[in-house]
């Protein structure tokens, strides 16, 4: 992962590890968030006592519920961490922003090992009252959705919608070619145990599938879920270095 780059020989991915996953698994998300955790410090051949180093995305202030199971904090107290670094937040490179960070502790000496996490509670946060309730919660839209959700457009599928059109007007991209994107990730989950759908999907189902906004339909978009999957990278243990759930 660092070959090359300005962290190799300084920082190394050490473990990995996931909590369950399902659908509306009524569970809250730091639960979820400190199962994850503990698995991954294991992992990594370590103990809560050895981390002195917490990163993790989007951080507490998200407006969707469900959309961050805990923070940073909320982790810390919940493992007792005594930890001399840590960050979260929104403004960073998406998911793998903490990942970045945390490689920089590790090789500025801030800390030695670095728990970085993120975990979602979409469907359970969600509950019987759809994925509005989880947008919308409070009455009022969240500030980034208030001059998009007036117009029908509350998620990424309507925002992506758009460019995606462009895109297929400007390079002559189709629908088939766009489904074989579903359908390769349907056949990768059918050969992960802990995937929610495992099902084989074919092309046609794919092609006549609802359209959710065009070009987009049903299968283009993801599935509410309630736990993370693992980070798919591991590294020397007892190195100094990020100890990773994802």
Not at 59 to 68: A, E, L, Q, T, Y
Not at 82 to 94: I, K
Not at 150 to 161: D, I, R
Not at 194 to 223: G, H, K, N, Q, T
């Amino acid at each position: 992962m660092t070959r090359g780059g300005p962290f190799e020989g300084r920082a190394v991915l050490t473990g990995a590890g996931k909590s369950r996953i399902g659908r509306k698994l009524g569970r809250s998300g730091l639960s979820l968030t400190v199962e994850a955790c503990l698995r991954a410090i294991e992992d990594a051949g370590l103990t809560p006592d050895d981390i002195n180093g917490v990163a993790s995305y989007p951080g507490p202030g998200v407006p969707d519920r469900g959309f961050s199971g805990a923070g940073v904090h909320d982790l810390r107290n919940a493992l007792g961490l005594r930890s001399r670094w840590y960050m979260s937040g929104m403004e960073t490179a998406g998911q793998i922003g903490p990942v970045i960070e945390a490689c920089m502790a590790v090789s500025l000496g801030f800390a030695e090992h670095v728990l970085v996490f993120r975990s979602v509670w979409e469907s359970t946060a969600q509950g019987s009252a759809g994925r509005a309730s989880v947008l919308v919660g409070s009455g009022r839209a969240p500030a980034h959705l208030e001059y998009m959700a007036p117009f029908g457009a509350p998620s990424a599928t309507n925002w992506l919608a758009m460019p995606a059109q462009r895109y297929m007007h400007d390079h002559g991209l189709t629908r088939e070619q766009l489904g074989a994107i579903a359908v390769n990730a349907r056949r990768n989950a059918t050969l992960n145990p802990d995937a929610i759908f495992r099902e084989p999907l074919e092309l046609e189902e794919y092609l006549d599938a609802r359209m959710i906004s065009e070009p987009l339909c049903l299968y283009d978009c993801d599935v509410p879920a309630t736990g993370r999957r693992p980070s798919s990278y591991r590294g020397a243990r007892r190195r100094r270095g990020c100890v990773a759930i994802r």
